[in-house]
Structures are given as structure tokens and as C-alpha cells.
């Protein structure tokens, strides 16, 4: 049973930085995808950033590119997001993920997620 634990979230002004961690435990990780998702209140839940477990390859959704930084540990079992340059529009509970196989940006790919951790960008 695959358990993700995020942590990392806070109140920042606009133009602020905050690194979320997301500690993944519960499986051996190889094959396999990390994402970041956003749920923002009255909104679907969205992509933000992807890393390939094994190979530390990444993709990032249009809104946060350049921006938003995803990197691992594997030693530590832990994937961050790292965030600058926030907006209020980055306001949001932030998710981490993982899946199986090739790298997709559909929340419905991956299987097991954390509770999240809530991002609130002030003006």
C-alpha cells in the first residue's frame, strides 16, 4: 500500500517562494511517476508537474512552467515541488501522486494520492 505524505504549505505574499515535499513510502519506487496536482475551491483538480522516478525526467503544465521546479530524492523517497514567483492564482490545495508506467497529466492515471497540503498566495 503505497502512502504519500505532503508537507510544505503556508501563507506567502505574491512574488514568494515555498518548497512542498511529498515522503512516499509503502513500495519500492522504479518504474514509476510522481505528479503534482492543484485543486484551487469551486475548481477541478489540475496538473502541475511531473518527474520520472527512475530516470528524473520532467514536464510541467503551461500555467507554472518556468516558475515551479519538480525534483527527487531517491535516497529519501521524497519529491518536491518547488514554487517561485507565486501568484494568488497558484492558491490551492496541492496534491502529490503516483502511477505506474509512462508519464501522463490526467488525474484519473494515477492511482494513489496524498491528503494535501494547502497553498495560499496573498496580494
Known amino acids: 500500500q503505497v502512502q504519500l505524505a505532503e508537507s510544505g504549505g503556508g501563507l506567502v505574499q505574491a512574488g514568494g517562494s515555498l518548497r512542498l515535499s511529498c515522503l512516499a513510502s509503502g513500495r519500492t519506487f522504479s518504474n514509476h511517476v510522481m505528479g503534482w496536482f492543484r485543486q484551487a475551491p469551486g475548481k477541478e483538480r489540475e496538473f502541475v508537474a511531473g518527474i520520472g522516478w527512475s530516470g528524473g525526467s520532467t514536464y510541467y503544465a503551461v500555467s507554472v512552467k518556468g516558475r515551479f521546479t519538480i525534483s527527487r530524492d531517491k535516497a529519501k523517497n521524497t519529491v518536491y515541488l518547488q514554487m517561485n514567483s507565486l501568484k494568488p492564482e497558484d492558491t490551492a490545495v496541492y496534491y502529490c501522486?503516483?502511477?505506474?508506467?509512462?508519464?501522463?497529466?490526467?488525474?484519473?492515471?494515477?492511482?494513489?494520492w496524498g491528503r494535501g497540503t494547502q497553498v495560499t498566495v496573498s496580494s
Open positions: 501522486a503516483v502511477k505506474a508506467g509512462f508519464a501522463t497529466s490526467r488525474v484519473v492515471d494515477f492511482g494513489s
